[in-house]
């Protein structure tokens, strides 16, 4: 069987219906500044501590495990984006997401629907390296957003209770 390989670049690619990428294919984002960032548009579930890999930018992680686990993001690039979800709320242990480096370089708000809580979002402007998804409050539903600017983690988190995601140093 031959195997032909295709290789061009298409600046301004508008799709208006539908674009396959084969096994193995990856769409590549090229930025401003000359680096590029791989897309990954798919879909994990995790139960165990893992590191992300940048070239799995876009993807969403579904954290799924009633004890605890780490998952570690990339270093910084420009254009890194990561969705956590939570599948099954930690009953015994926390799920924590962790910088690479203890730089704190995440920066953001948590939001919350809890109406006993605070009205105003939690923001975390100084920086930490460490966002935790408290054991016994984080729900099934609970979410952290983050995008990459190069140097600092840029997080959205929206929860159900009050303080069930933290970030700190």
Do not use: H
């Not at 600017?149 to 997080?155: I, V």
């Amino acid at each position: 069987m031959t195997t032909t390989k295709l290789w061009k670049t298409f600046t301004n690619l508008i799709v208006e219906k539908t674009m396959t990428i084969g096994v193995g294919g990856r769409l590549v984002q090229k930025n401003s500044d000359g680096t590029s960032v791989a897309a990954d548009m798919g879909a994990e579930i995790l139960t165990a501590t893992r590191t992300v890999r940048p070239e799995e930018s876009g993807k969403t992680f579904f954290l799924n495990s009633a004890t605890e686990f780490v998952t570690t993001l990339p270093a910084p690039a420009l254009g890194l984006k990561f969705r956590f979800v939570v599948k099954a709320g930690p009953a015994s242990a926390s799920y924590t997401i962790v910088t690479s480096g203890s730089a704190n370089i995440i920066k953001g708000q948590v939001y919350t629907v809890d109406v006993n809580s605070a009205t105003d979002p939690d923001f975390e402007t100084s920086g930490g390296d460490t966002i935790t998804l408290v054991d016994t409050k984080c729900v099934a539903g609970d979410q952290v957003d983050l995008v990459c600017d190069g140097t600092n983690w840029f997080m959205q988190a929206f929860c159900s209770v009050f303080d069930a995601i933290t970030v700190t140093t």
